[in-house]
T-cell receptor
Framework: AQSVTQPDIHITVSEGASLELRCNYS??????LFWYVQSPGQGLQLLLK??????LVQGIKGFEAEFKRSQSSFNLRKPSVHWSDAAEYFC???????????????FGKGTKLSVKP | DAGVTQSPTHLIKTRGQQVTLRCSPK?????VSWYQQALGQGPQFIFQ???????QRGNFPDRFSGHQFPNYSSELNVNALLLGDSALYLC???????????FGPGTRLTVT
């Protein structure tokens, strides 16, 4: 069965420090992978996506992620965290292929990021 | 360019009641998906509507039903509410066979 695992429930980093959020997936075919961010009381904003090609993808707000097929991972990174990055981060895999579209997304349980001043 | 909008923002219902949540997709999008996000969890796929028909459905009981209108807006209906239905309900839209789903701010449903 398709699944997404985010091993870290809560991470705290100092402002200016680097960040890596882990994501492992289980999916039979070539995955379509996404990272979303959710601020308190808000919906989900797409940070970046991987469909094919270059395994290092760049997103908004200075985030990047690397797809590693051998490790079934899609970890999110940022070289220098800002206080405004404090939020919850969700990794997701596109599933249920319907005519080429990713009909639905399977999400991990999320990682809450806190930033120390 | 208006994004995905949802109404109402918050809703409080009693067990056994019925509720209707509404979603307007991003301009130009014709496909709407609904997700349930329980507290401390990631969103779970409920169903997706395209061309006014349910195209895919997740593992949710028949108490959850939906509708899509000719203008692509959508409703989510939940009958016989249970305490466990308390959650943030998210709507997402996409254009046809596109891959990037855009999410609305959600409706917070509390069942007492």
């Amino acid at each position: 069965a398709q699944s997404v695992t985010q091993p870290d429930i809560h991470i705290t980093v100092s402002e200016g420090a680097s960040l890596e959020l882990r994501c492992n997936y289980s999916y039979g075919a070539t995955p379509y992978l996404f990272w979303y961010v959710q601020s308190p009381g808000q919906g989900l904003q797409l940070l970046l996506k991987y469909f094919s090609g270059d395994t290092l993808v760049q997103g908004i707000k200075g985030f990047e992620a690397e797809f590693k097929r051998s490790q079934s991972s899609f970890n999110l990174r940022k070289p220098s965290v800002h206080w405004s990055d404090a939020a919850e981060y969700f990794c997701a895999v596109g599933a249920g292929d319907y005519g080429g579209s990713q009909g639905n997304l399977i999400f991990g349980k999320g990682t809450k990021l806190s930033v120390k001043p | 360019d208006a994004g995905v909008t949802q109404s109402p923002t918050h809703l409080i219902k009693t067990r056994g009641q019925q509720v209707t949540l509404r979603c307007s997709p991003k301009s130009g999008h014709d496909t709407v998906s609904w997700y349930q996000q329980a507290l401390g969890q990631g969103p779970q796929f409920i169903f997706q509507y395209y061309e006014e028909e349910e195209r895919q459905r997740g593992n949710f009981p028949d108490r959850f039903s939906g509708h899509q209108f000719p203008n692509y807006s959508s409703e989510l209906n939940v009958n016989a509410l249970l305490l466990g239905d308390s959650a943030l309900y998210l709507c997402a839209s996409v254009l046809g066979s596109g891959y990037e789903q855009y999410f609305g701010p959600g409706t917070r449903l509390t069942v007492t």
